[in-house]
Nanobody
Framework: QVQLVESGGGMVQPGGSLKLSCTTSGFIFSDYHMSWARQAPGEEPEWVSGIKPDGSTTYYADAVKGRFAISRDNAKNTLYLQMNSLKPEDTGLYLC?????????RGRGTQVTVSS
């Protein structure tokens, strides 16, 4: 069955960095567009970034453009999100998404908290 398992979250001070990982199984990872989304308490998930199956093209929400970098290793069936210059408003549950939008299958998430 499809599994999406996020890791790498934690608490960090403003201006800090984190790198998230999503290990996957149960499908042909290299065939699928993948995304990251995030969800603040009491709110709907928000799309953050996406990447084409071969990694050739990446997409970012305006709020994270220039600070976050999405990447993938198709040999390891793993998706990454490098997050730099983190801000308090980046706080949320970060979700790995099998597809181009939050409407697709999501993992359980990893919590990121940005606070001083």
């Amino acid at each position: 069955q499809v599994q999406l398992v996020e890791s790498g979250g934690g608490m960090v001070q403003p201006g800090g960095s984190l790198k998230l990982s999503c290990t996957t199984s149960g499908f042909i990872f290299s065939d699928y567009h993948m995304s990251w989304a995030r969800q603040a308490p009491g709110e709907e998930p928000e799309w953050v970034s996406g990447i084409k199956p071969d990694g050739s093209t990446t997409y970012y929400a305006d709020a994270v453009k220039g600070r976050f970098a999405i990447s993938r290793d198709n040999a390891k069936n793993t998706l990454y999100l490098q997050m730099n210059s983190l801000k308090p408003e980046d706080t949320g549950l970060y979700l790995c998404v099998l597809g181009p939008s939050v409407a697709f299958r999501r993992g359980r998430g990893t919590q990121v908290t940005v606070s001083s």
